[in-house]
């Protein structure tokens, strides 16, 4: 008698499971169902593209900038010549500094913009006394701008977008005394990573240190350094002083602050 009674359990227990088996399924469904139906909901999304252009920091930008422009290699061929091609390779294949003929995108500033962004620049470097106080403002009539993609071969998301600012062909035979004569602009947020610049500033005036540590913060840099080296032939100028940044990964970028003296000109570049 007890053997049948733990039978009947047993086939009570296998059925009930079956029938939760089949039952709770549907059941839960149809609750998660009226949960959702019949309400908006709202769900982040990213745009379009986004998450290509990943988000680098202000040292890394820096660096893949720096190997971009320590890398090029002028296109000569008469291909390219032919086409109006004055983009730059890297040798190696490692990294490019190409020129960007689609244009802005995104967030970067228009050439519309550029001159706006590049004189409120020179306007805090001035006030941070990284570039004389004499420095003259930029506009579209005196100078030529051309956009720039810097980009880490291997891992193209690692790109910086740049502007860079020239004195024009047409004023290289004016006056150049306190004028800016190159920069390197973030297309992005307007920061100035390179500038060479005309003065009546003398070398023995200037404070490399202060003025770099100026700059560095200006940017957001982390981490420098003086970058000690007896080499006497890395500049064309005795009057310099290097200071060295974390990279990417073990990488580290050079920053030189230096001075020519034959026509005063005052630079601070992160190429070598």
């Known amino acids: 008698m007890k053997k049948k009674g733990a039978d009947l359990a047993v086939v009570s227990v296998v059925a009930l499971t079956l029938l939760l088996s089949v039952w709770l399924p549907e059941a839960l469904t149809a609750y998660k169902d009226r949960q959702i139906l019949d309400e908006i909901r709202l769900l982040d999304a990213e745009p379009e593209g986004a998450g290509y252009r990943y ?10 900038l720096a190997e971009c422009l320590n ?5 000569e061929s008469e291909q390219s010549a032919l086409a109006g091609d004055t983009g730059y390779r890297s040798a190696g294949g490692t990294y490019a500094f190409v020129a960007n003929r689609r ?50 071969v291997p891992e ?13 062909d047409s004023q290289k035979n004016t006056g150049k005394e306190n004028r800016l004569i190159d920069a390197y602009l973030d297309a992005d947020d307007g920061k100035i990573y390179e500038f060479y610049v005309r003065t009546t500033v003398r070398w023995e005036e200037i404070d490399p ?34 200071y060295v ?11 030189t602050v230096g001075f020519y003296e034959g026509i ?5 570049k992160i190429s070598k």
């Open 55 to 64: 988000r680098l920091d202000s040292n890394e930008k820096v660096f893949i």
């Open 71 to 75: 890398s090029r290699a002028v296109l």
């Open 103 to 152: 244009g802005p995108s995104g967030g970067e500033m228009t050439d519309d913009q550029i001159y706006t962004a590049l004189n409120e620049g020179i306007a805090v470097l001035k006030e941070l006394n990284v570039l004389p106080q004499g420095i003259k403002e930029v506009d579209s009539l005196t100078y030529d701008a051309a956009l720039y993609s810097a980009i880490d």
């Open 156 to 168: 193209p998301r690692n790109n910086v977008a740049v502007w860079k600012i020239s004195l024009a």
């Open 209 to 242: 240190d202060a003025l770099l540590g100026a700059w560095s913060g200006y940017m957001g840099l982390s981490g420098g350094e003086v970058y000690e080296t007896k080499n006497p032939l890395l500049e064309t100028t005795p009057y310099y002083k290097k």
């Open 245 to 255: 940044f974390p990279g990417m990964g073990e990488e580290e970028t050079i920053v």
């Open 264 to 268: 005063n000109e005052l630079f601070l």
